[in-house]
């Protein structure tokens, strides 16, 4: 008799990762914990030799005139409008951070923007084509973000594109502080960025990792610094020190090849925060 909290862990993986049933069960009875099962999935879905279950027939009609309901009625794509309408059919905030997963899957170029082709492709590999399975989706996606740290990465670099203003090469100081607070909490909450070695071993050391405080520190930092943006090498390679850095930032090294407004919010951060 499966019991109720494994029974619970088997609908979520499957929601995650359309996995079969069968095939999730074998997963979770291995690696017990929701999160290292679903990692395990994705490194190797094949390892249970089950064949995991393929998507289900999605409608390309039932695509397009969900498409056609909210894309501008003289142009070609769901812009601001037509978000926010899609938005209140799913029961979600437009500034949800689930949206920017959504944004992922289905390749919005922008902010308030969605192209046919995105829409088509993304939600097909999701595997839905009416609000209600939309809505499932979201509960999976929201998931995968919170505690799939490769998954978290790909939304999250997507995000400086999907975030950037068109013709600019970097975030505005004050965007990117805004999605660094939708996104950083999500994943430290959820396990996404729990501090991992380069084999991606979760570290044991006792020295702990990355702080819900310290995305305050860092904005604070930011601001006393100055500067208009963000560039996409600092987006990028923040992430890497949040999931690197230890509590104490002792184990960071000044003579990497980090940018060099990481290295100085490190020594401002040691100085002016942690007392060193």
């Given at each position: 008799?499966?019991?109720?909290?494994?029974?619970?862990?088997?609908?979520?993986?499957?929601?995650?990762?359309?996995?079969?049933?069968?095939?999730?069960?074998?997963?979770?009875?291995?690696?017990?914990?929701?999160?290292?099962?679903?990692?395990?999935?994705?490194?190797?879905?094949?390892?249970?030799?089950?064949?995991?279950?393929?998507?289900?027939?999605?409608?390309?009609?039932?695509?397009?005139?969900?498409?056609?309901?909210?894309?501008?009625?003289?142009?070609?794509?769901?812009?601001?409008?037509?978000?926010?309408?899609?938005?209140?059919?799913?029961?979600?905030?437009?500034?949800?951070?689930?949206?920017?997963?959504?944004?992922?899957?289905?390749?919005?170029?922008?902010?308030?923007?969605?192209?046919?082709?995105?829409?088509?492709?993304?939600?097909?590999?999701?595997?839905?084509?009416?609000?209600?399975?939309?809505?499932?989706?979201?509960?999976?996606?929201?998931?995968?973000?919170?505690t799939?740290?490769?998954?978290?990465?790909?939304?999250?670099?997507?995000?400086?594109?999907?975030?950037?203003?068109?013709?600019?090469?970097?975030?505005?100081?004050?965007?990117?502080?805004?999605?660094?607070?939708?996104?950083?909490?999500?994943?430290?909450?959820?396990?996404?960025?729990?501090?991992?070695?380069?084999?991606?071993?979760?570290?044991?050391?006792?020295?702990?990792?990355?702080?819900?405080?310290?995305?305050?520190?860092?904005?604070?930092?930011?601001?006393?610094?100055?500067?208009k943006?963000?560039?996409k090498?600092?987006?990028?390679?923040?992430?890497?020190?949040?999931?690197?850095?230890?509590?104490?930032?002792?184990?960071y090294?000044?003579?990497?090849?980090?940018?060099?407004?990481?290295?100085?919010?490190?020594?401002?951060?040691?100085?002016s925060?942690?007392?060193?």
């Amino acid at each position: 008799m499966v019991d109720k909290k494994l029974e619970e862990n088997i609908n979520q993986f499957v929601i995650v990762t359309s996995a079969s049933n069968k095939d999730a069960k074998s997963f979770l009875n291995k690696y017990k914990r929701l999160d290292v099962a679903i990692d395990a999935y994705y490194n190797n879905p094949s390892e249970f030799a089950s064949a995991s279950s393929s998507q289900p027939n999605v409608s390309t009609n039932k695509l397009n005139s969900l498409y056609d309901k909210y894309k501008e009625a003289d142009g070609t794509d769901i812009t601001v409008e037509g978000t926010i309408k899609f938005c209140e059919d799913l029961g979600v905030d437009p500034e949800d951070v689930v949206l920017l997963a959504v944004a992922y899957e289905l390749k919005s170029p922008r902010i308030g923007q969605w192209t046919r082709q995105g829409w088509l492709e993304g939600w097909k590999n999701i595997g839905c084509d009416t609000i209600s399975g939309m809505k499932t989706a979201l509960v999976g996606l929201r998931l995968k973000l919170r505690t799939d740290s490769g998954y978290f990465q790909k939304v999250y670099n997507h995000t400086f594109d999907f975030a950037r203003q068109e013709g600019q090469r970097s975030l505005a100081l004050e965007t990117a502080q805004a999605f660094w607070a939708l996104l950083l909490p999500q994943g430290i909450k959820g396990g996404a960025l729990t501090r991992k070695d380069h084999d991606q071993d979760i570290k044991m050391d006792g020295k702990g990792g990355w702080k819900m405080e310290y995305n305050q520190w860092w904005f604070d930092f930011l601001n006393e610094k100055g500067g208009k943006g963000v560039s996409k090498d600092t987006w990028v390679m923040f992430l890497d020190f949040v999931r690197t850095i230890d509590a104490e930032f002792s184990n960071y090294d000044m003579e990497a090849a980090w940018p060099s407004t990481i290295d100085d919010f490190v020594e401002w951060a040691k100085k002016s925060r942690l007392g060193h």
